[in-house]
C-alpha cells in the first residue's frame, strides 16, 4: 500500500460565469521518503491540488475521486477528523512567507501551536521544542527570534518558520507550494536545500510544487507536469528530463534560463495563454497552442501511453514530438 | 432597488404635499384635537387638531430640503477643498487635512449647538450647522480618491502634454470620482435627515408652525403617556427615509462601483 | 512604545488645542454679541454696555482665550453668565450621568456589535447571516431618540421594568443608577452596535481569506479555533478605528437621548444654556465632549499598537 494514492482527483470550483474545472482526473501515488515534483505555468492547477490534498479548498470547491493516505479515503472523513490530520502526517508550506505568518503573533507562539495541539506538549515543553525547531531549520539566535513578530524577520527566515511549523509534528507527507517563488534567488537553493535534508533525515514524503523546471529536476524522484488542470505527463524525473516527450513539457524546457546561454541567449515562451477552466476545449486542452495539433487534436482527447517504464504522456503525437526535439518545437 | 422605491415614494409625498394635504398643516383647531384614526384622519390628528398624515407628507418636504441643502453646502466646500488639497498637496493639503482632523471631534449636533448657542435656534441654522459638519467628510473623501486618481497613467500623460492642473482636475479628476461622491452624498442625504430631526427634536432647528418630523416628536413626548402613537408615526418616517437612503446607497454602489461593492 | 506613546499623546494635545481654538472663534468672535443676547434686542446701550464690562467681554480676543485656557489648567472653567456660579458647580453632577452613560453605551454596542458581527461571519451568507444584516441595516436607520421613546413606552410604561427616566443619583446606590441608564443606553447602543456588527462581520470575512488563515488550517486548527485564535484579534483594527470615530456620534446622541429621558446630564445643562444664552456654559460643555473623543481616539490610537505589532515598528 502506497503512502498517499490519488485517484482521478477533480476539483470544480464554482464562479459567477460556471464551475471551473481546476483539477481533472489526477493520479499520484507517492511511497514513504519518495519526493514527487509538480510542474506547471501558473494558473494549472497545482495549488488547487494541493489544497485539495489538505483538505483546504476554498469554500466554493468541490472534490471528487479519492485520496487515501495508509488506505484511509481522507475525502470521507470528517473535518474534525481532517483537523488531526493536517499539520500532523500532512503539513504544508506556502507561497507567500510574507502573508502566510499571522502579523499580531510572534513567530514562537505560532510554532508552537502545532505542537501542542497534536502533540499535547505543555507550554514550557513546547517552547522548548521550538527553540530547537528553529535551531535546526537554520534561524540565527533561537531563543531571541522566538520572540519576534514576523514583520521583524526576512522572507528567507520567515519561509524558515514556515518549515519549522510544517517540520513540527513529523509529517508523513510535507507538501511545498512554490516555497521559494517569493524569495530572492541567493536564498532560493539554501531554503530548497533545507527542504531536502530535513526530508531526508525524517524520512518523510515530498511533493514539491513549483513553475521551475529547473528547481524540480534537482530535487524530486519522480514529476508530473500538469497543464490545464490535468497531468500530461508524468514519470521518473530522470527519464522525463532524459526524454522529454510531451511538446508542452519540451515548451516549458525551452523556456527555461540555460547555463551559459549568456545574455544575448534568447528564451523562447509557448505562444498563447492557458485554457479557460471554465469553457474548456473539446480534444486535447493544449490543441491551440501545440505546434502539432492537428484537427484530431481539437477534437478527440487524447489518450495515456507509456513511452518507457513509468513514463507515461498524454498526447496524440508523441512520436512526432520526440523526433523533432533535436531541432526544438519551438522557434 | 428597494431604497430606490423607497426614496421615490418620500419625494412623491413631498411634491403632493405641495399641493395638496389630506388634512389641515398650518391651521390649529381645539375642536378637532386628538382625534381618533378614520376615514378622514387615516392617523388620527394631534394635540392642535391637525391632521398627523398630512403633518408627515409636509415633513417630508422639510426633510428633503434639509438634505439637499445640507449635503450642497458640504459637496461644493468640501469637493473644492479636497481637490484643491490633491492638485496642491504640500502644506495646503497638510492645512486642509489637520482641519478636517479635529472637525471630526464635532458631529453635526454639536457644532449644530455652538452655532444655534450663537446665532438662535431655527431652521436655516440647523441646515447650516448640518452642512458645515458635512464639509470635512467629503473633502476627505475627496482628496483620498483624487489623490488615486493623479498617480494614473492617463493623468500623468495628460500633465507630460503640459495640461495645466485645474484643466486635468475638471477633465480628469472629477468625472473619475464622481461615482464614489454620488454614492457618499446618499449617505450623507440620510444622516442630514437625522441630523435635522435631532436637532428639531431638541427644538434648535426647525420652529413652529413649519411641519418637521423632529418637531412633531418633541411635540409628542409630552403626550407619550396617553398618546403614543402619534410618537411613534414620524420616527417611523424618519426611519423609513434613512433607510431608503442607505439602501440605495449600496444599490448606487453595487451599480456604479462594482469593485468597491464586491469589496464590501 | 514610549516615543509612540509620546507622538501619540502630543497629537492629543495638538488636536485638544486645535479644538479649543475652534470653539473660541466661532463662540467669541463670530458675529453675536452675548451681552446683547443675553439682554434682549430691547436693552439699551448702556445696559449692553455695563453688561459687557461685567463679563469681561471688552477685553481683546487673545487675552480673554488665554484666561480661558489657563483657567481650565488650574480647573476653573470661569462663571455662569446667567446663574454668577462657577460653571464647574453646573457641570460636575452632568458629568457624572454622561460619562457612565456613554461608557455603558459603548460596552453594550461593542457587545452587541461582537455577538452579532462574528456569528453572521460564521454563518457567512445563510439564511442567518442574511437576516442578521438585514436587522442591522434598519438599526442604522432608526433615530435613537426615536428608539428611546419606544423604549419607554414599552419596558417602561408595558412592562415597568425600569424607570421612564429621571436619574436618582449616586448616593442612591450603584444598581438603581444603573438601572435608570439601562434604557438610554440601550437605545444608543443599538444604532452604534448595528453598525459596527456590520464593520465586524465584513472585517471578520476580509481576514478570513487572508494567507496566514490557511497557514492555521493547515496546523490542523479548526475553523472555530482560527476564528478566535487568529482572525479575531486581526478583523479587530477597523472595528476599533470606526469605534473611535463613531464615539463623537455616540456622544452627541447622549446629548439627545438624556433629554428623552429627562437625566440632568450634559445634553440638559448645554441645552439650558442655549436657552438663557449662557455661552461660556456652551463654550466649556462642548470643549468637554471634544476632549472626550479626543481622548477616546487617543486610547484607540494605543490599542492599535496593542492589536498589531506592525505600527508600533512604523511609528518609530
Ligand atoms: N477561489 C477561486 N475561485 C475560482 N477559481 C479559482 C479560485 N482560485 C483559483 N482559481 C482558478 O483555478 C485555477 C488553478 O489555480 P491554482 O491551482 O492556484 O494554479 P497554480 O498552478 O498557479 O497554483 C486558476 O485558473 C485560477 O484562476
Ligand atoms: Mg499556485
Redesign the interface.
Known amino acids: 500500500m502506497a503512502l498517499l494514492d490519488v485517484e482521478n482527483l477533480d476539483v470544480s470550483l464554482s464562479t459567477a460565469m460556471g464551475p471551473a474545472r481546476a483539477v481533472r482526473g489526477l493520479n499520484i501515488s507517492l511511497e514513504k521518503g519518495e519526493t514527487l515534483g509538480i510542474v506547471g505555468e501558473s494558473g494549472c492547477g497545482k495549488s488547487m491540488t494541493a489544497l485539495a490534498l489538505m483538505g483546504l479548498l476554498p469554500d466554493n470547491g468541490t472534490t471528487e475521486g479519492t485520496i487515501s493516505l495508509q488506505g484511509e479515503d481522507l475525502l470521507l472523513k470528517s473535518e474534525k477528523e481532517m483537523c488531526k490530520i493536517r499539520g500532523n502526517r500532512m503539513a504544508m508550506i506556502f507561497q507567500e512567507p510574507m502573508t502566510s505568518l499571522n502579523p499580531v503573533h510572534t513567530v514562537g507562539r505560532q510554532i508552537m501551536e502545532p505542537l501542542r495541539l497534536h502533540r499535547g506538549l505543555s507550554k514550557s515543553e513546547a517552547f522548548k521544542e521550538t527553540i530547537g525547531l528553529m535551531e535546526r531549520v537554520g534561524i540565527p539566535n533561537p531563543s531571541e527570534r522566538v520572540h519576534n513578530y514576523p514583520h521583524q524577520l526576512s522572507g528567507g527566515q520567515r519561509q524558515r518558520v514556515m518549515i519549522a511549523l510544517a517540520l513540527s509534528c513529523s509529517p508523513d507527507i510535507l507538501i511545498a507550494d512554490e516555497p521559494t517563488t517569493a524569495l530572492d534567488v541567493t536564498i532560493q537553493d539554501q531554503i530548497l536545500e533545507l527542504i531536502q535534508n530535513l526530508v531526508d533525515e525524517e524520512g518523510m514524503a515530498l511533493i514539491l510544487i513549483s513553475h521551475d523546471l529547473g528547481v524540480i529536476a534537482e530535487n524530486t524522484e519522480k514529476v508530473a507536469v500538469m497543464y490545464g488542470g490535468a497531468v500530461v505527463e508524468s514519470g521518473p524525473t530522470d527519464q522525463i528530463f532524459g526524454n522529454l516527450a510531451h511538446p508542452y513539457t519540451q515548451g516549458l524546457f525551452a523556456a527555461m534560463p540555460k547555463l551559459g546561454m549568456g545574455r544575448n541567449g534568447r528564451l523562447t515562451t509557448i505562444p498563447g495563454t492557458v485554457p479557460d477552466l471554465i469553457n474548456l476545449p473539446a480534444g486535447c486542452t493544449f490543441t491551440d497552442r501545440c505546434p502539432l495539433a492537428t484537427d484530431e487534436c481539437g477534437t478527440t482527447a487524447p489518450s495515456i501511453s507509456t513511452v518507457e517504464a513509468g513514463h507515461k504522456v498524454t498526447c496524440h503525437h508523441i512520436d512526432q514530438a520526440i523526433n523533432g526535439r533535436g531541432e526544438g518545437l519551438y522557434k | 432597488m428597494v431604497g430606490g422605491s423607497i426614496t421615490a415614494f418620500l419625494l412623491l409625498c413631498a411634491l403632493i404635499s405641495l399641493f395638496w394635504t389630506p388634512g389641515e398643516v398650518y391651521g390649529i383647531s381645539i375642536a378637532t384635537r386628538f382625534l381618533p384614526v378614520s376615514a378622514q384622519h387615516w392617523l388620527g390628528t394631534d394635540q392642535f387638531g391637525r391632521d398627523i398624515l398630512s403633518l408627515l407628507m409636509a415633513g417630508t418636504q422639510n426633510s428633503i430640503t434639509v438634505g439637499v441643502v445640507a449635503v450642497s453646502i458640504g459637496l461644493f466646500a468640501g469637493v473644492g477643498l479636497g481637490l484643491l488639497a490633491s492638485a496642491r498637496r504640500g502644506w495646503t493639503e497638510e492645512l486642509i487635512m489637520?482641519f478636517s482632523?479635529?472637525?471630526?471631534?464635532?458631529?453635526?449636533?454639536?457644532s449644530a449647538?455652538?452655532?444655534?448657542?450663537?446665532?438662535?435656534?431655527g431652521g436655516v441654522n440647523s441646515i447650516i450647522a448640518i452642512g458645515i459638519y458635512n464639509v470635512p467628510v467629503f473633502a476627505r473623501l475627496t482628496r483620498g480618491s483624487a489623490n488615486a486618481i493623479w498617480t494614473r497613467e492617463y493623468v500623468m500623460a495628460a500633465r507630460a502634454s503640459g495640461k495645466g492642473k485645474f484643466r486635468i482636475t475638471i477633465e480628469h479628476i472629477l468625472p473619475n470620482i464622481l461615482s464614489i461622491l454620488i454614492v457618499q452624498a446618499t449617505i450623507q442625504f440620510?444622516i442630514a435627515i437625522?441630523a435635522e430631526?435631532?436637532l428639531s427634536?431638541?427644538?434648535?432647528g426647525t420652529q413652529p408652525p413649519h411641519p418637521s418630523w423632529g418637531r412633531m416628536?418633541n411635540e409628542a413626548?409630552t403626550l407619550?403617556?396617553f398618546q403614543?402613537m402619534q410618537?411613534?408615526y414620524?420616527?417611523?418616517a424618519?426611519?423609513?427615509a434613512?433607510?431608503g437612503l442607505?439602501?440605495l446607497g449600496d444599490g448606487l454602489r453595487d451599480v456604479l462601483d462594482p469593485r468597491l461593492s464586491r469589496?464590501? | 512604545m514610549s516615543v509612540f506613546f509620546a507622538k501619540r499623546f502630543m497629537t492629543l494635545l495638538a488636536?485638544l488645542l486645535?479644538?479649543s481654538i475652534?470653539?473660541f472663534i466661532?463662540?467669541e468672535i463670530?458675529p453675536?454679541d452675548p451681552a446683547l443676547?443675553i439682554l434682549g434686542v430691547e436693552a439699551t446701550d448702556e445696559a449692553i454696555a455695563l453688561l459687557t464690562t461685567e463679563l469681561g467681554l471688552d477685553r481683546p480676543a487673545l487675552e480673554r482665550y488665554f484666561d480661558w485656557i489657563f483657567g481650565i489648567l488650574q480647573g476653573d472653567l470661569g462663571n455662569s453668565y446667567a446663574y454668577k456660579v462657577p460653571v464647574w458647580e453646573l457641570v460636575e453632577g452632568a458629568l457624572k450621568i454622561t460619562v457612565p452613560l456613554a461608557i455603558l453605551s459603548m460596552i453594550l454596542s461593542v457587545a452587541l456589535a461582537l455577538v452579532v458581527g462574528l456569528y453572521a461571519a460564521a454563518n457567512h451568507n445563510k439564511a442567518s447571516d442574511i437576516s442578521l444584516m438585514g436587522i442591522s441595516?434598519?438599526g442604522?436607520?432608526?433615530?435613537n431618540?426615536?428608539?428611546a421613546?419606544?423604549l419607554?413606552?414599552y419596558f417602561a410604561?408595558n412592562l415597568r421594568w425600569f424607570p421612564a427616566g429621571g436619574f436618582p443619583g449616586w448616593d442612591e446606590g450603584f444598581w438603581v443608577c444603573i438601572k435608570a441608564l439601562i434604557l438610554p443606553a440601550v437605545a444608543l447602543a443599538t444604532v452604534q452596535g448595528a453598525i459596527l456588527a456590520r464593520i465586524t462581520r465584513?472585517s471578520v470575512l476580509?481576514v478570513f481569506r487572508e494567507d496566514f488563515v490557511r497557514t492555521a488550517r493547515a496546523k490542523g486548527l479548526s475553523q472555530r479555533s482560527t476564528l478566535w485564535l487568529h482572525v479575531l484579534r486581526n478583523s479587530m483594527i477597523p472595528v476599533i478605528t470606526v469605534m473611535g470615530?463613531q464615539f463623537?456620534?455616540l456622544?452627541?446622541?447622549t446629548?439627545?437621548v438624556e433629554?428623552?429621558f429627562h437625566m440632568p446630564g450634559l445634553g440638559s445643562t448645554?441645552?439650558k444654556?442655549?436657552n438663557n444664552?449662557d455661552?461660556i456654559v456652551?463654550e466649556n460643555v462642548?470643549l468637554m465632549?471634544?476632549a472626550m473623543?479626543?481622548v477616546t481616539n487617543f486610547i484607540v490610537d494605543i490599542l492599535y499598537a496593542v492589536i498589531d505589532p506592525r505600527l508600533k515598528a512604523h511609528d518609530i
Open positions: 489637520r482632523d479635529f472637525s471630526f471631534a464635532f458631529p453635526a449636533i454639536l449647538i455652538m452655532i444655534t448657542a450663537i446665532l438662535g435656534p440620510a437625522l430631526a435631532a427634536y431638541l427644538g434648535l416628536l413626548q407619550m403617556f403614543p410618537a411613534v414620524p420616527g417611523g424618519i426611519a423609513l434613512v433607510f442607505n439602501l469589496k464590501r | 488636536t486645535g479644538a475652534v470653539i466661532v463662540m463670530l453675536g443676547v441595516q434598519l442604522i436607520s432608526i433615530p431618540f426615536w428608539l421613546v419606544l419607554i413606552l410604561v465584513s476580509e470615530l463623537a456620534n456622544l452627541a446622541g446629548v439627545i433629554n428623552v448645554v441645552l444654556a442655549i444664552r455661552t456652551v462642548v465632549l471634544a473623543v479626543v
